[in-house]
């Protein structure tokens, strides 16, 4: 099946800081979708990306289908940012199964 | 969008017992999946939930351990059946909407004793 890699596992950053965490994957995609996880352990959808670049406020993400990988980038971080960032894919089949990456997980500090 | 409310948010239970876990959704969904998401891990999908039929199982879970049912488009169960410690996770419900994008509930938090 479908591989997908996250980059870094870990982040630390100040707040104000900017960062971009990245995703790699090893097939062609018909969906790709980046979530982040409070600390509560709620899902929230950030964006449905399975080419091209999206932006919501402070976050954008980069999907670069050809050479499967996608980014995304946190600028201006709030410590409400802090939690895990995952990248989801389906790699198509009537099943729309997603395989997640492993996260990344950050934090912001004060 | 789709919202997806789930039941209950979190449980502590003894082991040998059986939960289940309740998926509601404010619209119709073309399909339904319950995921398993261990201490630390990532999200692993547990099964495909189809209405009116069997789900379908992932390699490494099955049915005796995780009946699942979905009587209608908009509601599914999930039953973590004799409970162990080893089953304590988050267990999220998701369905997908607007095309290809899955929506996810806010998980269930259980704990077994």
């Known amino acids: 099946g479908i591989q997908v890699e996250q980059s870094p596992p870990d982040l630390i950053l100040q707040e104000g800081a900017n960062s971009t965490l990245r995703c790699n994957f090893s097939d062609s995609v018909n969906n790709l979708q980046w979530f982040h996880q409070n600390p509560w352990g709620q899902l929230i959808n950030l964006f449905y990306?399975?080419?091209g670049t999206k932006q919501n406020g402070r976050l954008s993400a980069t999907t670069v289908a050809t050479e499967r990988y996608s980014l995304l980038y946190i600028s201006s971080s709030q410590t409400t940012d802090s939690g895990v960032y995952f990248c989801?894919?389906?790699?198509?089949?009537?099943?729309?199964?997603?395989?997640f990456g492993k996260g990344t997980l950050l934090t912001v500090n004060p | 969008s789709a919202v997806i409310s789930q039941k209950p948010s979190r449980d502590i239970c003894q082991r040998g017992t059986s939960l289940t876990i309740q998926c509601q959704v404010d619209s119709q969904v073309t399909m339904m999946f319950w995921y398993r998401q261990q201490p630390g891990q990532s999200l692993t999908l547990i099964a495909t939930?189809?209405?009116?039929?069997?789900?379908?199982?992932e390699s490494g879970f099955v049915i005796d351990k995780f009946p699942i049912s979905r009587p209608n488009l908009t509601f599914s169960t999930l039953t973590v059946s004799n409970m162990s410690p080893e089953d304590s996770s988050i267990y999220l419900c998701?369905?997908?909407?607007?095309?290809?994008?899955?929506?996810f509930g806010a998980g269930t938090r259980l704990s077994v004793l």
């Open positions: 998701s369905g997908t909407g607007d095309g290809y994008i899955q929506y």
């Open positions: 989801a894919v389906w790699s198509g089949g009537s099943n729309y199964k997603l395989t």
């Open positions: 990306i399975p080419s």
């Open positions: 939930a189809n209405q009116g039929s069997e789900a379908t199982y």
